[in-house]
Nanobody, 128 residues
Framework: QVQLVESGGGLVQAGDSLRLSCAAS????????MGWFRQAPGKEREFVAA????????YYEDLVKGRFTISRDNAKNTAYLQMNSLKPEDTAVYYC?????????????????????WGQGTQVTVSS
């Protein structure tokens, strides 16, 4: 089992940047694909980004591609989401999640149902 704790959220203005962190404890962090999802009020949870165990491959939802960067540091048991050029529509609770299945592709990486563990979320609010 792995425990995930997100941090780094906050209130920023449009065009600003934030870096979210997801600290993991428990079983070996490097054995999990890590993903970021978000949920805005009144909307369904949506995929943001994912990164493979070694960090060699990443997946992004189209709306954040080019603005957000997912990364991980397996030595620190931490995943990150660097968010640049933030927009008001990026306002949401952001969740990190861990995926243990050996096989990964975009379809699986972007499906929240594939993930085994979730953090409690961190609020990101972008004002216009």
């Amino acid at each position: 089992q792995v425990q995930l704790v997100e941090s780094g959220g906050g209130l920023v203005q449009a065009g600003d940047s934030l870096r979210l962190s997801c600290a993991a404890s428990g079983r070996t962090f490097s054995s999990y694909v890590m993903g970021w999802f978000r949920q805005a009020p009144g909307k369904e949870r949506e995929f943001v980004a994912a990164i493979t165990r070694s960090g060699g491959k990443t997946y992004y939802e189209d709306l954040v591609k080019g603005r957000f960067t997912i990364s991980r540091d397996n030595a620190k048991n931490t995943a990150y989401l660097q968010m640049n050029s933030l927009k008001p529509e990026d306002t949401a609770v952001y969740y990190c999640a861990a995926y243990s299945n050996w096989y990964i592709d975009y379809e699986k990486a972007s499906s929240g149902n594939e993930y085994n563990y979730w953090g409690q979320g961190t609020q990101v609010t972008v004002s216009s």
